[in-house]
């Protein structure tokens, strides 16, 4: 990983620029350093000195005499002036005629001073400035380098590793990779038959419900390494590099075989190629070099590739394709009985009280992803402590599902009293009309206490076990729900607000899927006007019919809603006198239990 190699060019132009640095300095600097030492005297002063006999050495030169008195210390220099008997004159004082006055230093430190002293002034110049280079690119300066090399974390097996039993619920999707840890464990039982492994494994489901996790638990039962990458990490940087991190990966991988490879949000990188214009080249490179990896490696070396996703449907189909990702084990939000393993799960974590009813807890949090349900017991523990308590309570709990779900209580923000008044209404309009409605589910608890969510008042349904199919006229009766909260402003207060807009949202939601995917309006039948795109990221459709019957839908719609609408301004209407003594107990209490309201409603 660190054979970097060197670049060469540049190091010839650090050589080239040191060698004319140092002729730069012999011809510029020596001369100076070596001139501070002469003395420059008139031609009186040397004839005078010649005369004295005080002349040591003399050199004559073209331009220039430099000679030096008889103690030796000092040179002088003097010009020349046509004086044809001077030679004979030195002579006779004494003077040693000599070439090399100035270089009676030491050869040697001449030697040192002009060419070793300079190089290492510039070579230790050239090595602090790189390091001071280094150190500004800081950690980008190692990626720098590494470039082409997957950053792949490495999780070798460790104690506290992830076991199956760290991941609640979820039971279809263990089921069904224990058999990969099965073949890790022992893969001779399967090569003997001849049954190879699938290469690759696609775990499906919305964000938050374990898929990491469960890949986690799939090295750690079968104690082999675990290779992670992100699928948006391919393709992050730089224009080449996410082949080569592909590449590099499975190099790894192969080195380390038997071992998991997880890739996090494969679509990043694994979106369907066709129908693109002006497409990301890179992701089409990194894609391509992950399915020839994959073709190339034979299916019993050992590397199991895992992914999670999503967005299936928005997978190129060369990858899903038998041979790679072939397998595909769907992760669903955890039902009523997987909520309450995940939240005892997480509670062992934390000191509990030991009368709290999980079951309870996890009935409130319908819908509930394993993430948030992890967040609200941690949401409760820190409840726990702000309030100075040892231990978690029911309570605790209970709040911290709103705290996740609603956002946390806005202890400053201000309702006026007519608008506590509206929200009251609103609130128990919705809940007077599902009661009313047989086969809708009661409510659990009423608040109006405001969110930082937004929410100004928050109805909690409490599904009694898991409903799978729908009938035509429970949805009815959820639009009518829906509808009641701005029915209840109508009739009580007179007046509509704008508190109802997620209402509406959700009730026309539901309407236009009876019309154009449930096959529910006597209109069209069982004949699909839409299609759904994108399952597990909110459900987005896109039409699949004409114009004209769009406009058609679209009068549907509005006709089902209203008539909705009306029904639950009737059932309103013929009580009254309740939706006035539960609004006013809400008002006072700023929430209702589900007992409470029930109550009221049939005394
Ligand atoms: P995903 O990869 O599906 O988005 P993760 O595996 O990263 O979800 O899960 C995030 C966190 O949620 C986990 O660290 C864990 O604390 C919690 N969690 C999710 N599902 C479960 C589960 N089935 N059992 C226990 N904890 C879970
Ligand atoms: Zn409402």
């Known amino acids: ?135 500004k690119a800081g950690g980008s300066n190692s990626m720098m380098f590494n470039m082409g090399n997957s950053n792949a974390k490495v999780y070798v097996k460790s104690s506290n590793g992830i076991r199956f039993a760290d991941v609640a619920g979820e039971d279809e999707a ?45 090295a750690g039962e079968s104690n082999v390494p675990f290779f992670s990458m992100s699928g948006s990490e391919f393709v992050e940087m730089f224009v080449g590099m996410g082949a080569s991190k592909v590449r590099d990966l499975f190099k790894q991988a192969k080195e380390k075989a038997p071992c998991i490879v997880f890739i996090d949000e494969i679509d990043a990188i694994g979106q369907k190629r066709e129908g693109r214009i002006g497409g990301n080249d890179e992701r089409e490179q990194t894609l391509n070099q992950l399915l020839t990896e994959m073709d190339g490696f034979e299916g019993n070396n050992g590397v199991i590739i895992l992914a999670a996703t999503n967005r299936p449907e928005t997978l190129d189909p060369a990858l899903t394709r038998p041979g790679r990702f072939d397998r595909r084990v769907p992760v669903e939000l955890p039902d009523l009985k997987g909520r309450e393993e995940i939240l005892k799960v997480h509670a062992k974590k934390i ?56 956002g946390y209580q806005k202890k400053n923000a201000i309702l006026t009293d007519k608008e506590k008044m509206v929200v009251a209404y609103h609130e128990i309009g919705h809940a007077l009309v599902a009661a009313k409605q047989t086969a809708s589910a009661p409510v659990q608890k009423i608040t109006i206490v405001p969110r930082t969510s937004g929410a100004l008042g928050y109805t909690m349904q409490v599904e009694e076990g898991n409903h799978y199919l729908m009938t035509k006229e429970e949805i009815e009766n959820k639009i009518a729900t829906l509808a009641g909260g701005r ?59 004409s114009a004209e019957t769009q406009a058609e839908i679209d009068r549907l719609v ?36 589900g007992d409470e309201f029930m109550h009221i409603l049939e005394a």
């Open 1 to 135: 990983m660190d054979n970097i190699k060197k670049p060469k060019k540049p190091f010839i132009f650090y050589y080239v620029i040191v060698f004319v640095a140092i002729i730069l300095f012999n011809a510029l600097v020596m001369p100076k350093i070596a001139e501070s030492k002469i003395k420059d005297v008139d031609y009186g002063t040397f004839m005078s000195m010649t005369e004295n006999k005080q002349i040591d050495k003399v050199e004559v030169q073209y331009n220039q005499i430099l000679f030096t008195d008889l103690e030796g210390k000092v040179v002088y220099r003097t010009g020349v002036m046509n004086d044809p008997n001077l030679t004979d004159r030195l002579y006779a004082a004494g003077a040693k005629f000599t070439s090399e006055i100035i270089e009676e230093s030491s050869p040697i430190l001449s030697f040192l001073l002009s060419w070793i002293l300079p190089f290492l002034m510039f070579w230790a110049l050239g090595h602090f400035l790189s390091k001071q280079l280094m150190k």
């Open 351 to 406: 000191r509990v009280d030991a009368d709290v009813d999980f079951l309870r807890i996890a009935r409130m949090a319908s819908g509930a992803s394993g993430a948030e349900l992890a967040n609200m017991v941690n949401e409760a523990a820190l409840r726990a402590v702000r309030a100075g308590r040892k231990v978690v309570t029911q309570e605790d709990l209970e709040e911290s599902i709103e705290v996740v779900i609603a």
């Open 174 to 218: 263990k089921e069904n990779l224990s058999e990969i840890v099965d073949y890790l464990n022992n893969p001779g039982k399967y090569t003997e038959i001849g049954a190879s492994m699938p290469k690759g494994i696609l775990l499906v489901g919305p964000p938050g419900t374990g898929k990491t996790m469960l890949a986690k638990a799939v």
């Open 487 to 545: 029915a209840a402003e109508e009739i009580a207060v007179g007046a509509i607000t704008t508190g109802a807009s997620n209402d509406i949202e959700q009730a026309t939601k539901l309407a236009r899927s009876m019309i154009t995917r449930f096959g529910m309006s006597e209109n069209f039948g069982m004949v699909a006007m839409e299609t759904v795109t994108n399952q597990y990221l909110g459900g987005d459709t896109s039409l699949t019919c």
């Open 558 to 593: 509005v006709s089902l809603v209203k008539k909705q609408y009306e029904k639950a301004k009737q059932i309103l209407c013929s009580n009254r006198s309740k939706l006035d003594d539960l609004a006013k107990y809400l008002y006072q209490n700023e929430t209702i239990t």
